[in-house]
């Protein structure tokens, strides 16, 4: 989301939100907040540890072990992933001593046969998205946590479950722990929560987190099914639960607060999937209604609702081309010409290179800066003035970033910045 104070915003919501906490949440369940990018909870049974999630690199999860040393000694006997997210099974290898079983779900959906074949696509736009280039300075967060630690030279440790379920719903006594595990598919399509009943605790993974949900990842990914996501949200809910344990962010703790929180976010997520269906329905196109379609009060005040990671302008995107698909009803825009001769043609219209170009500058230098980027790329889909273009362009990104409230966004911005950046240098070289 871009606002006048964008990046301020992101960064006072990172430090009031990411300090370390270990939280005795009930005798023998502790959870524990920013200590890696993503959360754990610690479960002591009767003869051994039960881990949901171990943190995101080997350095980290050694970490949560000294966590675990410093409460029992009682040996770590079974991890519970919560989904199979890197950030979430990176630390597995730092439990490798006791060998303990390693549990997870099989995906509700599986992945589209032939994604391998743009992977290579997929993990350059991750790596923008989480902005691993970036110096801390100019990555501020991540969003939803503190930097992964592969952005400080840390590695992952993965280690591959050794049970893995294609139910719906597992009932197991773990070690004297009455434990239920359902698959709720949300941001990923292998997410599932752990439900203590006899504890009234429910570890949700990242059915929830304490603001806008990634309901669409600009790395790309398959369409989540917000619908399903809801869905998800109605079981958590169902359980009453005391003490709600997110994959990221703080724990919610009373069954007033769970009860709350959890409504609003349900029915925030709902309204802008209603409100996109709704407009689709109209005949409005996609740009439209990602301009049109903001959260309205009490939503938009609730602070965990704020678009620190997720946004809804590309939710309305993800939900427009999930159900219609990329034409927007338009003829025009069937057999559009191509991007080289629509930019001739446009910057023809517009007075020639010079003119665009000098309308560049003005904008970037009011602060215009979309207008900026959408002129440039006029230009350098023409291969014309592509110099000048580009640095217009890159101070543009940077002048959006400084306004973006997304931590994935304004990532996004300033990763795009230092490569057209490096690609001067080198060009000019």
Request: some cysteine; hydrophobic content about 35%.
């Amino acid at each position: 989301m871009l606002k006048p104070n964008g990046a301020a915003e992101l960064a006072a919501f990172t430090e009031r939100s990411y300090q370390e906490r270990i939280t005795e949440v009930v005798p023998g369940i502790l959870h524990v907040l920013g200590v890696g990018h993503s959360n754990a909870v610690i479960i002591e049974g009767r003869t051994g540890v039960i881990l949901i999630d171990t943190l995101d690199t080997l350095e980290r999860g050694r970490r949560l072990l000294e966590i675990v040393r410093s409460r029992t000694d009682k040996p770590v006997k079974t991890i519970i992933y919560t989904h199979g997210h890197p950030d979430h099974r990176g630390g597995a290898g730092a439990f490798s001593g006791t060998e303990p079983e390693i549990i997870a779900f099989a995906p509700a959906t599986p992945l589209l046969k032939g994604t391998e074949t743009v992977q290579a696509v997929l993990n350059r736009r991750g790596a923008r998205q989480f902005g691993y280039a970036l110096t801390d300075a100019e990555n501020i967060s991540q969003g939803i946590g503190i930097r992964e630690g592969i952005a400080h030279g840390e590695s992952r440790a993965f280690r591959q479950p050794t049970v893995v379920y294609d139910e719906d719903r597992v009932v197991r006594d773990i070690d004297g722990v009455r434990l239920e595990m359902v698959r709720l598919p949300g941001e990923s399509d292998d997410q599932i929560m752990i439900w203590l009943p006899e504890r009234e605790v429910l570890c949700c993974g990242d059915t929830y987190y304490g603001c806008w949900p990634n309901l669409y990842a600009i790395r790309g990914s398959q369409y989540r099914d917000i619908a399903r996501w809801i869905e998800s949200l109605d079981v958590l809910l169902a359980c009453q639960a005391a003490y709600l344990l997110p994959g990221h962010t703080r724990p919610l703790l009373g069954k007033e607060e769970v009860r709350e929180v959890l409504t609003h976010f349900r029915d925030a997520i709902r309204y802008v999937l209603d409100k996109t269906l709704e407009g689709m329905n109209e005949g409005k196109d996609m740009d439209t209604l990602a301009s049109e379609i903001a959260l309205p009060e009490p939503y938009a005040s609730l602070p965990y609702l704020g678009e620190y990671y997720g946004c809804v302008e590309w939710t309305v995107r993800a939900i427009f081309t999930a159900y219609a698909g990329w034409f927007d009803g338009n003829p025009t825009r069937l057999h559009p010409l191509p991007p080289k001769e629509h930019a001739d043609k446009t910057i023809a219209l517009m007075g020639g290179p010079e003119a665009v170009l000098k309308a560049a500058e003005e904008a970037v230098r009011n602060g215009e800066h979309q207008w900026c980027l959408e002129l440039c790329d006029l230009l350098l889909s023409a291969g014309k003035d592509v110099e000048e273009a580009g640095e217009h362009k890159r101070r543009a990104l940077i002048g959006l970033a400084d306004r973006e409230t997304s931590a994935n966004g304004r990532h996004y911005y300033l990763v795009c910045a230092h490569e057209l950046e490096r690609r001067t240098e080198r060009d000019g070289r």
